[in-house]
């Protein structure tokens, strides 16, 4: 068999979920429609129509839909929670807290190990903005090493200050935002409705204003990080030390870097794609979906 000895996984991306967070999201059933990139179908003659998609504010972003942006932006991802952090500070070149609103030791403890390891850490809408008293500016500057303040009621919806002047976020409104006032941080992109910082980074943390991670930034921070990442084009992908697996979003040509020279192998036909390699380059039609295994060749298929 192809795969009987099994894959070593190899993320080099952790997202943080704390598990206890969710006592500070608002029980409710309340939930409003955003337009998403990655919801879509082709009509009879072929039209791409996006299709709407129903959220709850905040909680809905920052953990379920996440899921979709952490698969589409071309590098593996380990999904751990806060606890575990700990455990292998040294393990991972970026981290992404996704929902870490309450300010703990537990947080600051993970945040300091990971400084003190080197890693990239993206702070998603406000970690540890919640103390025993409610919203707490100073911890939240304190975590995300930045000096921050609230931005008041408004759209989560943001502008990248880069030249395609991208947008991301949606753009309903909350009543709590938060902006970077820092002065030695370097803005990222700003609020569409204030124009006042919503991303930035400073000395290797990125704060993330909006809930709704940009796939283009992610592959930005995991570039700065020294993070592998396989592929641009927003496609579904996993990928181990041996295995690497794409859902194509859209049709077209796909080209997949490797981190070492390799050969390739379709799972499937058994079809050596590429031989030492460490890129190659497939045709794929819309929602098809290719595996790969890397290695040797002769050995993957049996034959030594």
Known sequence: MFMENGSSPSAEVAAVIDE????????TTSAVAVKDRSRYMY??????????????????????????????????VDVVLLEDILRCPAKYKMVIFLNAVKDKPELRQAIQALRDNGAKMVF????????????????????????????????????FDREKDQEAGHPYTVKTRFKVV?????????????????????????????????REFLRYVAQNAGVHVFMDGDDNLYASRDVVSIHANHAGRKTIRLPQICDVVDVFSGEVVARETNSFEITMDAFETRVFLTGNAERILGRE
């Open 124 to 159: 998603t809408y406000g970690t540890g903005f919640l103390d025993d008293q409610g919203v707490s500016t100073k911890t939240l500057s304190e975590n995300v090493g930045m000096e921050m303040a609230e931005a008041g009621e408004g759209s989560l919806k943001i502008l």
């Open 43 to 76: 009509s009879h003659d072929g039209a791409l129509r996006t299709q709407p998609r129903y959220v709850q504010r905040i909680s809905g972003d920052l953990l379920y839909y996440q899921r979709i942006p952490l698969a589409q932006f071309g590098a593996p």
């Open 20 to 27: 206890d967070a969710i006592r500070y999201f608002g029980a």
């Open 182 to 214: 820092d002065k030695e941080a370097t803005p990222l992109a700003r609020y569409v409705s204030t124009g006042e910082v919503a991303v930035a980074e400073k000395d290797g943390a990125y704060f993330y204003g909006t809930t709704d991670l940009d």
